[in-house]
């Protein structure tokens, strides 16, 4: 009992420390607020899942963006197979103001996420880590291919970001 | 601007960025995965004193049953088949419980795309195993002791023979476009090409 009085407490620290990055990361993938809100719950949930398993072998903050990342390739997968008619902004939906205005993002950020959302789902993944401060390293271990790799598709994707950024 | 300050500027952005996601309350979403948890435990746990059920009376009946050798290999199928259905299922669903600690994208595509032929592999032999039993509704028919067991055996075995084809074929069409989601993943993801396509259409 006591054991999981002390996973939930810990359950309860992570997502009060990396809630925010997880909603941030989630947002990248996912512009409709309620599949959104659905993936930071499968998400969370994974977290939840896999904590046990955290033997400290990266930092913390690595291995939950390793646990969302898969959790959003999934999400990917999904929205293939079983693709939403309805693609559009919220905020364009129902004329009314959007979650991201709610929720008080300032122009910049809006744009930024904007411009995120627009690339290409391989170079968006990397921007969004290197955007949370993972270094080379840690990236080309959460995703599997090489230091160098990660260099060269990170600077194709940073320019493509500029460009979106350029543009709006 | 220099080009990192223009990326330290869009890291502070993104940051102090909170886009609208409501966190959902912590406690009752552990609460509800333990009570799904425990669920899934149930369901297993019955399944498998169901089979052991299945097990012991298929053992109390074998010397009458193996006197007729077409009920034997029938009744060794059925509980083969019932056997290897419930150890997928329960593997499937225990690994859904647990999730993949430490592992990268490119391992966690693979090992998508090793149980999606797994898969296919499983629907190839219960499409090949249903060819082999085709004859068994037209055997149980001739057997049977009366008109009403010939029937009733007629209709059961046709319609075990029709679901396993059934769960095959879809079983098969899921686990191909399963495969080519993974390989789309993969060249998106992280350039990498598809993997070599064997076993993802000859099934």
């Not at chain 1, 939930?8 to 909603?23: C, I, S």
């Not at chain 2, 499409?127 to 010939?150: H, K």
Request: proline content about 4%.
């Amino acid at each position: 009992m006591k054991m999981r009085e002390a996973q939930d407490a810990t359950f309860a620290r992570v997502v009060a420390e990396h809630g925010p990055m997880l909603a941030r990361f989630a947002a990248s993938f996912e512009r409709n607020r309620h599949a959104r809100e659905d993936l930071v719950q499968d998400i969370l949930l994974g977290v939840w899942q896999a904590l046990p398993a955290f033997r400290g072998d990266a930092s913390l903050k690595t291995y939950i963006l390793g646990v969302a990342h898969r959790r959003c390739a999934s999400h990917v997968m999904r929205e293939v197979a079983q693709p939403r008619h309805e693609e559009l902004d919220d905020e364009w939906v129902d004329g009314q103001p959007g979650p991201e205005a709610l929720a008080g993002l300032n122009q910049q950020q809006t744009r930024l996420l904007s411009a995120l959302r627009d690339l290409p789902v391989g170079q968006r993944q990397l921007v969004v880590l290197a955007l949370e401060g993972l270094h080379y390293d840690e990236i080309a271990d959460l995703l599997g291919i090489t230091v160098g790799n990660v260099g060269v598709r990170l600077n194709r994707a940073r320019a493509a970001l500029k460009e979106q950024l350029e543009e709006r | 601007m220099t080009e990192q300050d223009e990326w330290a500027s869009l890291q502070d952005t993104w940051g102090e960025s909170r886009p609208a996601s409501t966190v959902p309350d912590v406690g009752l979403m552990i609460a509800r995965a333990r009570r799904e948890r425990r669920l899934t435990v149930l369901v297993l746990l019955g399944e498998w004193a169901m089979m052991v059920v299945a097990a012991v009376l298929v053992a109390g009946r074998w010397q009458r049953v193996a006197t007729s050798g077409y009920e034997t290999l029938w009744l060794v199928f059925q509980t083969l088949l019932m056997g290897v259905i419930i150890v997928v299922y329960t593997w499937t669903r225990l690994a859904a419980l647990h999730e993949p600690a430490g592992t990268n994208l490119r391992d966690w595509l693979a090992l998508r795309r090793r149980r999606a032929r797994l898969g296919l592999r499983l629907a190839c032999v219960t499409r090949w195993t249903t060819v082999a039993l085709l004859p068994a509704p037209l055997i149980v028919l001739a057997m049977a002791r009366s008109t009403q067991a010939g029937i009733t055996g007629l209709v059961t075995t046709t319609l075990v023979l029709a679901g396993g084809w059934w769960w095959a074929q879809r079983k098969r069409a899921r686990m191909n476009a399963e495969i080519a989601e993974v390989d789309a993943l993969a060249l998106e993801w992280l350039d990498e090409p598809p993997g070599p396509s064997d076993q993802t259409s000859t099934a």
